[in-house]
């Protein structure tokens, strides 16, 4: 039974504070020993004006290859506790949750009725263990303009080809929120010369995909970033198959709808979601909107499940301009019922800011160097009047809309025009492009070609190859951004650096340099 006495009294958990000061360790998990079922730490998300998501996983062998983390086959009782400062003393609400072998002993806790615009600190316990603190936050009450959103967000963690080191950076700014635009995990099998080795091989079914989650969770850059704020994730390919569109997989082996059935549950219990969340098989809807008052909705966009095929080859790459099947006026990225959804909340939207979080390069590019066209048909540029659709309920509801995009392993900026193919036409919103965590190695500040591009791209305005994360803060009267950069994955403990900022300001869809 709960009773008023903290159901944790007597233990000790790391708090956030003593995290983000500790010394770093090199270890790929978490030092605890094998009874310990928190190897995986502890996260929250999906913050609304009256409550969050708390999550973790019991894990007591991470990577063990069956998935299941080395935990019992039966239902093993989780308790956490909810309160209002890092040290426990103001406990605020506490329950038991049972974590089920059938979902890999994830928990997810929804919680209501909360204080709007507050912040808070978590944990958990099973049986004498006790979990790391987390902390997380409420949104502001509905209609709120005075507090501001900080906001950050990356994409692309491939645990071979570095370290996580952009998490930990992350963290150290203790954002209010932070967005994971795809490609979490990635479900190749072993590179011939890793940064890290990987457990098991290639994701192609259930056991697969939780084994690869496991790592990533378990670590500890990974949990400190998990753990400093609120998260709210997107998929791209590799959290399922590298260019799956649909129904349609890159490789047909094994059967995809089963494939994509297993990635998804995988993400599910790995993942700090709800239970509108949860997946129906090979069925997950993902797209959804988080409100921060009335300074910002971030309206978060699945670009795979409903796409249409590849323009022109049926296959991912970059097609010419003769490629005309990319313009048919029927195609979609969103899929019509994605897309009738975000019609209806840009034109619904009461916030100063309106921000679309995504997963693939939305402005047109032309990639080619020189005289030639090239046009990547996974992006936008592949369902120009899916786009055209887009940006036209952006001028016609005059949102301040700022699309946030991860993939392509680098950072960009620049301005959307409301119809690429016209050169007079306006620029109707902003995009800003988030580096990877690790995808592509070091990188660089600049490529030889990349002078190139931006000449032959006018209304793209800034270039970074590193790794990184962007930062943002978000008010009524504008918004700041910061490109964080650093030197190198390859090595772990990489300071960040700021490669480009620029300010944003509503009704003026441009990019100024801060």
């Known amino acids: ?49 009256d409550g969050v998501v708390l999550w ?29 400062d890092e040290k426990f003393r103001h406990v605020v609400r506490r329950g038991v949750e049972l974590a089920r072998p059938d979902a890999a002993h994830s928990v997810h806790v929804e919680l209501e009725g909360l204080a709007p615009g507050a912040e808070y600190f978590y944990r958990f316990k099973a049986e004498k263990e006790i979990s790391p603190a987390g902390r997380t936050l409420t949104a502001p009450a509905p209609g709120t303009r005075g507090r501001p959103l900080n906001l950050s967000f990356t994409s692309c963690a491939d645990y071979q080809a570095g370290w996580f080191t952009p998490y930990r950076r992350m963290a150290e700014d203790q954002p209010d929120l932070i967005a994971f635009l795809g490609d979490y995990i990635y479900e190749y099998g072993a590179y011939k010369y890793p940064v890290r080795d990987q457990a098991g091989g290639e994701c192609l079914d259930l056991a697969g995909y939780r084994l690869r989650h496991a790592q990533h969770k378990a670590d500890p850059e990974s949990q400190l970033a998990h753990a400093i704020a609120p998260w709210v994730v997107v998929w791209d390919d590799h959290d399922i198959e590298n260019a799956w569109a649909a129904d349609v997989p890159e490789q047909p082996d094994p059967p995809f709808l089963e494939r994509r059935a297993d990635a998804f549950q995988a993400y599910y219990e790995n993942m700090p979601l709800r239970r509108a969340q949860k ?46 099947d990319r313009f048919q006026p029927n195609r979609t990225l969103l899929g019509r019922d994605q897309e009738a959804w975000l019609d209806g909340e840009l034109k619904g939207s009461r916030a100063t800011w309106d921000l679309l979080g995504q997963q693939v390069f939305f402005m047109e590019m032309d990639w080619a160097n020189g005289p030639g066209k090239g046009y990547s048909n996974e992006g936008w540029d592949g369902y120009v009047a899916s786009r055209n659709r887009l940006t036209a309920a952006i001028d016609a509801y005059k949102r301040n809309a700022v699309v946030l995009t991860g993939d392509v392993h680098s950072h960009w900026a620049g ?96 990019l100024n340099p801060a």
């Not at 360790?25 to 190897?39: E, G, H, I, W």
């Not at 019991?58 to 309160?83: F, H, K, T, Y």
């Not at 965590?437 to 660089?444: F, H, I, K």
């Open 279 to 324: 997946p129906d098989g090979a069925a997950l809807k993902l797209y959804r909107s988080i409100r921060w008052g009335a300074v910002a909705n971030l309206h978060l966009l699945d670009t795979r499940q409903y796409r249409d095929l590849y323009a022109c080859t049926g296959k991912s790459g970059t097609v010419g301009p003769d490629c005309r």
């Open 56 to 84: 973790t996983r019991l894990a007591m062998d991470p990577i063990a290859l069956d998935g299941l983390g080395g935990m019992p086959s039966r239902p093993v009782p989780v308790q956490w506790e909810l309160a209002k």
């Open 1 to 49: 039974m709960i009773t008023r006495r903290s159901l944790f009294a007597g233990g000790a958990s790391l708090g956030i504070s003593a995290a983000l000061g500790a010394e770093p360790v090199r270890a790929a998990a978490r030092r605890a020993p094998l009874s310990d079922p928190f190897q995986l730490g502890v996260a929250s998300g999906e913050p609304t004006s």
């Open 415 to 510: 301005e959307i025009k409301r119809d690429h193919q016209d050169p007079t036409s306006k620029s109707v919103a902003v995009e800003l492009v988030t580096t990877s965590v690790t995808s592509a190695g070091n990188g660089l500040d600049e490529y030889p070609n990349t002078q190139i591009l931006l000449e032959e791209n006018p209304h793209v305005k800034f270039f970074n190859g590193r790794r990184g994360y962007v930062r943002t803060t978000i008010t009524q009267q504008e918004m700041k951004v910061d490109f964080r950069s650093l030197s190198r994955i390859t090595e772990p403990y990489a300071p960040a650096y700021t490669s480009g900022s620029f300010v944003v300001e509503p009704g003026n869809p441009r």
